[in-house]
């Protein structure tokens, strides 16, 4: 008899009617003096600390200061690398009742400007500079643009903003069910769509996951390189420590070395990254003679996980590896290897549904459930779903049927076991070393160039990062623009993980019957002769 490619969702009651700063209240009460934030800069004596008493004090003191500006319900954007002061104020917005718009400090301009107006951010708190960027002068050009925009407070200036509120402020009552961040992933449509995530999602989602799946430990160091405009960086690895009275030791941006001596220097127990980041990690001149003793397991996720690459860090370090697959809009995590999964499994699949967690596969042209073995969308529903994305019903309704379901645009199968792996996505979207990539926001800015007619962005399978971005390129009958040009162009517009490194220029593009390019053509076609 043929079985559905379906797994209910399990232990609904262990999840738990929780805030943000619920979870760290309780932390805070149960373990005051622990450890529970360390700023890993590569000088030990430079390295600041926070206790949970520490870190919920100067949470709440935040919390207050910012309801001298703003009431709850309205959002405030962080747009800032990894500073502990992000984690503040990721504590004082929940605290405090506000949605945290979460900005990858990367954008430029035209993007900026895009998040905080599609937001509506009343606040945003920023550096102003990083690595280069002028992000303090980027805002003053995209202010005009934004009426929503009252406050803009700079992180260098934390110190003075906290002690600006009332001590006499109270806090409000926060739901589970209120919302917590938004987190902007590219969709369908190509533009860049604010999921919505409430505070049971995330928290829960933390400790279901993480927490959970790898039996994280009260005291345990947990060196975190992911950013924490992400969920990987803000809601995993910042809450999970949290849920289970441990230590996140943040990095202030992904440097292998500085990976490498956190983890030997703060004990670190988990040895992890997206596949890129893991592959610089084992490459590292360091890495032979770091002291990884301390680790007890490596984690990956957020792009394709070679098995090969699984089973060398198992290999290398003699620890197990989980992976988890998970999406923004499911707070994040959806199915995950565990330790106690065989190798094969940690190594080729992407294990199955977390606790509360429900997921199907069904045919994307009927919606009909799969049998097991069959490739079909995967889809799943639960606790962990967003409420949908901001201000724009007809996307989230493209995205949550009536009945509750996520469709993540992710092509699945589905064994008999309840273990997943993934064969490709129904959308476009390109994953660079952990970091989604949508081509239609790259081809905009190509056709605005004068020299392109056409040009069609795809993924290019690359062994380090995942997928490189490749442009095809149709000039204009005389235009003469070369590589070099082009990339200029688009650097001045995008993010740099957004610029294409595969360009090819063609003649023409092979075609649908109804004129649409045939992206997977052009794909074959260069993976045929390189």
């Not at 600006?164 to 069910?177: D, F, M, Y």
């Not at 509360?356 to 639960?382: F, H, N, S, W, Y």
């Not at 606790?383 to 995205?399: F, K, L």
């Not at 996505?425 to 020299?451: C, F, Q, T």
Request: hydrophobic share 40%; glycine share 10%; net charge negative.
């Amino acid at each position: 008899m043929t079985k559905a490619a379906f797994t209910p969702a399990t232990e609904l009651h262990a999840v738990r009617e929780l805030t943000v700063g619920d979870l760290l209240r309780e932390a805070a009460h149960q373990a005051p003096d622990a450890p529970a934030l360390v700023e890993g800069l590569p000088d030990p004596a430079a390295r600041r600390r926070w206790t949970y008493g520490e870190l919920l004090g100067e949470a709440e003191d935040a919390a207050r200061a910012l309801l001298g500006r703003f009431e709850p319900g309205e959002r405030v954007a962080a747009w800032a690398n990894n500073i502990p002061e992000w984690v503040l104020l990721e504590m004082a917005t929940a605290l405090a009742g506000l949605t945290l718009v979460t900005v990858n400090p990367a954008l430029r301009e035209a993007e900026l400007r895009h998040v905080l107006g599609q937001s509506g951010a009343s606040g945003v708190f920023l550096v102003g500079e990083y690595r280069g960027t002028p992000m303090a002068a980027i805002l003053d050009h995209v202010r005009p643009d934004l009426p929503h925009l009252r406050e803009t407070i700079r992180f260098e200036d934390w110190r003075a903003f906290r002690a600006s509120g009332l001590p006499t402020q109270a806090l409000p009552t926060v739901e589970p069910g209120d919302p917590a961040q938004i987190q902007y992933t590219s969709g369908t449509t190509g533009t860049p769509k604010g999921a919505v995530l409430h505070h049971r999602g995330i928290t829960n989602n933390a400790r279901l996951s993480y927490a959970r799946t790898l039996e994280m430990r009260p005291g345990e160091n947990f060196v975190n390189p992911m950013p924490l405009f992400h969920t990987a960086g803000c809601v995993l690895a910042t809450l999970a420590p949290i849920a289970t009275l441990g230590t996140q030791v943040l990095m202030p941006w992904f440097d292998p070395a500085l990976q490498l001596a956190l983890l030997e220097q703060e004990r670190g127990v988990v040895f992890g990254g997206v596949p890129t980041m893991l592959l610089a990690l084992l490459g590292h001149p360091d890495f032979p003679k770091t002291d990884l003793s301390s680790v007890r397991y490596a984690l990956s996720g957020g792009a394709t996980v070679p098995p090969a690459l699984v089973r060398r860090i198992e290999t290398t370090l003699g620890v197990p590896m989980s992976i988890i697959y998970a999406q923004t809009e499911a707070s994040p995590g959806i199915t995950m290897t565990t330790p106690a999964d065989s190798a094969d499994d940690r190594a080729e699949t992407l294990g199955r549904a977390l606790p509360a967690c429900a997921v199907k596969i069904v045919d994307p042209l009927t919606g009909e459930t799969a049998a097991t073995g069959e490739t079909g969308e995967l889809c799943t529903r639960g606790y962990h779903v967003m409420t949908g994305y901001h201000a724009m019903p007809e996307e989230t309704a493209a995205a949550i049927d009536p009945e509750g379901w996520l469709h993540t645009g992710d092509l699945a199968r589905m064994d008999d076991r309840g273990y997943l792996t993934i064969e490709g996505r129904v959308k476009e979207m390109i994953i660079r070393g952990g970091e989604n990539i949508y081509p239609r926001e790259i081809e905009h800015v190509l056709l605005d160039h004068p020299a392109v007619a056409d040009v069609a962005v795809v993924g290019i399978p690359d062994p380090e990062w995942g997928e490189q971005v490749g442009a095809f390129v149709l000039l204009r009958p005389g235009a003469d623009a070369g590589e070099e040009e082009l990339f200029a162009h688009v650097r001045k517009h995008l993010a740099p993980h957004k610029t294409p490194k595969v360009w090819q220029f063609v003649t023409e593009f092979p075609l649908t019957g109804s004129g649409k390019i045939r992206k997977h053509v052009l794909r074959e076609q260069y993976m045929a002769t390189h």
